[in-house]
């Protein structure tokens, strides 16, 4: 009994199959560019290529590191009582941070449980 049943089942969509063309399952699709179109303008797309572009430049940074030239100034009055004299000094500095190869992790420094 169950063959006659699996028999005709197959049966059934062997012979269904012609009356639905195929171009049929595609109709309900819109136009492809069109539907790209409708993507790109969506908000919940642009936010998502902020959030890659974002992530991306943070990752950059991370993997270039601190190694930026840094300029620092400062300015100071010093005065002597003695002989009642002032002094106005200043300074500039640049400096760049190294990186070395191998360096310890913060991650590393931790007891090991």
């Known amino acids: 009994m169950r063959a006659v ?5 197959a049966l059934a969509l062997a ?5 639905f063309p195929r171009v049929a399952y595609a109709d309900y699709l819109p136009d492809p560019v069109a539907a790209e179109a409708a993507l790109r303008a969506s908000p919940m797309v642009a936010q998502a290529r902020g959030e890659f572009a974002a992530q991306s430049l943070r990752s950059e940074s991370l993997r270039r590191g601190r190694e930026e030239w840094v300029l620092g100034a400062d300015a100071l009055q010093r005065r002597i009582d003695t002989p009642q004299d002032r002094f106005a000094e200043w300074g500039v500095a640049l400096s760049r941070p190294l990186r070395l190869p191998g360096a310890l992790r913060p991650t590393a420094c931790l007891p090991a449980r």
């Open 5 to 9: 049943h699996t028999l005709s089942l």
């Open 15 to 19: 012979f269904a199959t012609p009356i």
